[in-house]
Each structure stands twice: as structure tokens, then as C-alpha cells.
């Protein structure tokens, strides 16, 4: 009963953010201060979606087709547009299946996978001066020193890098503007230590996990065994995520919900993050 209450808090700050969101005049890109909804706060997780939007440099780019904009006729205001985009690419998921044969698609990811207590691991202060940095056990082991506790069972962890704030600087952000398969060689960006993603999975209980880059594995990874550790336990990642410097290291949920693409390997995130008060 607690979890389905829970969800409905969730549900009804998300829509009531929302609806908050839609009577402003103008809107960022990306907030840079959480929503308030009633006693909650809302911290948008997700960039938006545009040619900006930065892709793997193998995948093809997003593209938005205006089909109508503009009066009709009859004399209503009606618009519309086509969009085409790689499923990985901007703010979004890696299903399990991504990286792990018979594991889950995207619609077949449980909802609790998603939704949930979550936790903040900053490791800015040494990624931002070092655009190839693993993410390590022992940054997990001083997080839990620090709170005096060990990462909560059945949390959403999120990696903080501080690279979200070069997007979509492509040259910052990716280490390459260059697109196509040799540019793949050029990638520098900082991301999980496998030895870290293995610790996670033999040593704690965690849903889901996010990172502030372009990939759970790092630039010049070769061989992408975090995504193979965690995918091969149905443990789905966020990649591209922003706004993780608002976040405090703990004591706020997260609702990160894809696209349901039936048989996907990945989908446009929406991500959002709620601040207890």
C-alpha cells in the first residue's frame, strides 16, 4: 500500500509540475532551478530533444519535420511535425537487452525499475580535470563513509560528473565533433570503472543507474563491459542526464520513464527528479 501511495505522490507532483510548466510564457532549454509543486520540488533530469541534441557518432542525429503550423481555414491555430531519432541518443534509456541477449526491452522493463529512492555520487571535483575518469569503488565507499550508511537497497544511483554542464558543446561534452565510426577512437569522456559496475552488482542492490555523459562506459572503453555487467542483471542505465548539480546526495526520488518502444534496445528518456522537503 505504501508503494502504490508513494507512486501516486509521484505521479501527482509530476503532472502538477507539469501543467506549471505549460502556463509560462517562455521556457529553458534546460531549468535551472527545480518546479515547486505543493511541498515538493521538481528538478527536470532531461535534456530536450533538437538538432542540438548530442547522439553516439554512429546514430542517426534527431530531425523534426514541421508537417502544419499556422491558421487553417476554418479558422482554428493547428500544428503538427514528424520526428526520426536513434533510440540512443539525448536523455535516454539502455534497455537491458541493449548489451545482453534475452534481458529486457524496453517495454518490458518493470515500472519499479524506474520509479524510486534515489541517490547522488559526485565525483565532479576529479572528472571535470580528467575527461577519461573511471568511476571507482572506492568513490562509492566514500559516499557511504560520508552518509554513514551503505548505498540503500533498491536504489536509483545517479552519477554526477559535472560533464552535463559542456552540453552540447560536442568538442567538450564527446571529446569529438567528427561523426562516423573513426571518430568512435576520438570519444573522451569520463564513466563507470567495470571493476566499480561489478562491486554494484555482487555487493549491492540497486534498480536502475544514471550518468551525466554520453555512456555508462567511459570515451575510450573498447569493449563496454559496464554496460555488459549491469545489463546482463536487467539493471537498466540513463544516459545524458543534466541538472545532477541541483541534486543532493541523497533523500529524493526519481521517475525516469522512456518512450514504450515495443522490442526497443533503448528510448527518449523523461527524467525528473523529486526533493523531499
Known amino acids: 500500500m505504501t508503494k502504490k501511495v508513494t507512486f501516486l505522490a509521484l505521479a501527482t507532483a509530476v503532472c502538477f509540475a507539469g501543467c506549471q510548466e505549460q502556463n509560462k510564457e517562455t521556457e529553458a532549454d534546460n531549468a535551472t532551478e527545480p518546479v515547486r509543486a505543493g511541498n515538493t520540488q521538481i528538478v527536470d533530469l532531461t535534456h530536450s530533444f533538437s538538432e542540438e541534441t548530442v547522439y553516439w557518432v554512429t546514430a542517426k542525429e534527431f530531425e523534426l519535420e514541421v508537417v502544419a503550423k499556422g491558421q487553417t481555414d476554418n479558422g482554428y491555430y493547428y500544428s503538427a511535425n514528424n520526428f526520426a531519432t536513434a533510440e540512443h541518443g539525448g536523455t535516454h534509456i539502455d534497455a537491458p537487452i541493449h548489451f545482453a541477449e534475452g534481458r529486457h526491452t524496453v517495454e518490458e522493463i518493470p515500472l519499479e525499475k524506474l520509479i524510486g529512492e534515489a541517490i547522488k555520487v559526485d565525483v565532479s571535483k576529479n572528472?571535470?580535470?580528467?575527461?577519461?575518469?573511471?568511476?571507482?569503488?572506492?568513490?562509492?565507499?566514500?559516499?557511504?563513509?560520508?552518509?554513514?550508511?551503505?548505498?540503500?537497497?533498491?536504489?536509483?544511483?545517479?552519477?554526477?560528473?559535472?560533464?552535463?554542464?559542456?552540453?552540447?558543446?560536442?568538442?567538450?561534452?564527446?571529446?569529438?565533433?567528427?561523426?562516423?565510426?573513426?571518430?568512435?577512437?576520438?570519444?573522451?569522456?569520463?564513466?563507470?570503472?567495470?571493476?566499480?559496475?561489478?562491486?554494484?552488482?555482487?555487493?549491492?542492490?540497486?534498480?536502475?543507474?544514471?550518468?551525466?555523459?554520453?555512456?555508462?562506459?567511459?570515451?575510450?572503453?573498447?569493449?563496454?563491459?559496464?554496460?555488459?555487467?549491469?545489463?546482463?542483471?536487467?539493471?537498466?542505465?540513463?544516459?545524458?542526464?543534466?541538472?545532477?548539480?541541483?541534486?543532493?546526495?541523497?533523500?529524493?526520488?526519481?521517475?525516469?520513464?522512456?518512450?514504450?518502444?515495443?522490442?526497443?534496445?533503448?528510448?527518449?528518456?523523461?527524467?525528473?527528479?523529486?526533493?523531499?522537503?
Open 127 to 277: 572528472a571535470l580535470n580528467n575527461p577519461d575518469y573511471l568511476v571507482s569503488v572506492e568513490d562509492f565507499l566514500e559516499w557511504e563513509k560520508k552518509e554513514g550508511k551503505q548505498i540503500p537497497d533498491g536504489s536509483i544511483v545517479l552519477l554526477h560528473t559535472g560533464f552535463a554542464s559542456y552540453y552540447p558543446d560536442k568538442v567538450r561534452y564527446m571529446g569529438t565533433s567528427l561523426r562516423g565510426f573513426e571518430a568512435v577512437k576520438l570519444l573522451h569522456f569520463p564513466g563507470l570503472d567495470p571493476e566499480a559496475a561489478t562491486w554494484l552488482v555482487k555487493n549491492r542492490n540497486i534498480k536502475s543507474i544514471g550518468i551525466d555523459t554520453p555512456s555508462i562506459d567511459y570515451g575510450q572503453s573498447k569493449d563496454f563491459q559496464s554496460h555488459v555487467i549491469l545489463l546482463s542483471e536487467n539493471i537498466p542505465a540513463f544516459e545524458n542526464l543534466t541538472n545532477l548539480d541541483q541534486l543532493p546526495s541523497k533523500g529524493f526520488e526519481v521517475v525516469a520513464l522512456p518512450m514504450k518502444i515495443k522490442e526497443g534496445t533503448g528510448a527518449p528518456l523523461r527524467a525528473v527528479a523529486i526533493l523531499k522537503n
